[in-house]
């Protein structure tokens, strides 16, 4: 992820996003067609709309919008100022899961080209969680988002294209679920058995 958004440039290697070399894009356009949910929410002190556009990029609707697919539109209609409402330093009133789900609607407005979920729904309950990954399913394949997730929670990426298994800093497998999960050798079917235990 730090490769990916340049925050350290490679020393050797390149990275392709279709087929161009992210080197050489200019920093704030390749910036602009990322996304990330991160593990912690990160939340500034500031108003509800500011949290998901802070450069006032986007109209109430679409902000809306993007609540609504994540369940908190409802709550945030709630206060009662609504989008204007202030978040305290850290989000401090609001819960860990409702902080969670304004980063994920943050992510889904920004409409990126790339989606980094670095276990973005660990704060939320499993319903919601398959809510959200329902959510980002939908919005990847209705805009051609391509989404990469790091997850331990390994039913939310058992429909993804490939699966990257990482151990001790080397690639251990690298398939299809479908071609890991009939290998009953893998490192990925074996992690399947053993959360199902």
């Known amino acids: 992820m730090v490769a990916l958004f340049r925050i350290v440039e490679l020393s050797q290697g390149v990275i392709l996003i279709d087929d161009m070399d992210i080197s050489q894009v200019p920093l704030q356009l390749l910036r602009s067609k990322l996304a990330i949910i991160p593990q912690d929410p990160v939340l500034l002190t500031g108003s ?10 986007y109209s109430d609707l ?3 919008s993007a609540l609504e697919k994540v369940n908190m539109k409802d709550a945030v209609k709630a206060f009662p100022n609504g989008l204007s409402e202030t978040i305290r330093e850290n989000g401090e009133n609001l819960s860990q899961g409702q902080r969670q789900l304004i980063c994920i ?15 973005g729904t660990s704060a939320v309950d499993p319903t919601t ?10 919005e990847a394949m ?8 790091i997850a331990h929670r390994l039913q939310t990426i058992i ?5 990257l298994v990482l151990g ?3 690639i251990l497998e690298y398939d299809t679920p479908a071609k890991l999960m009939s290998d009953p ?9 053993e959360s199902s235990l």
């Not at 509800?48 to 990029?57: K, N, V, Y």
């Open 168 to 170: 001790a800093g080397t």
């Open 142 to 149: 209705s805009r051609g988002t391509t989404v990469l997730a």
């Open 159 to 163: 429909d993804f294209d490939r699966i």
């Open 129 to 138: 969680d398959e809510l959200i990954q329902n959510v980002l399913r939908s």
């Open 185 to 193: 050798e893998s490192k990925f079917s074996q992690m399947l058995i």
């Open 48 to 57: 509800i709309r500011f949290q998901l556009d802070p450069f006032e990029t």
């Open 105 to 119: 609607a943050r992510a889904l407005l920004r409409q990126a080209q790339v989606l980094v979920v670095d276990e």
């Open 62 to 64: 679409e902000v809306w």
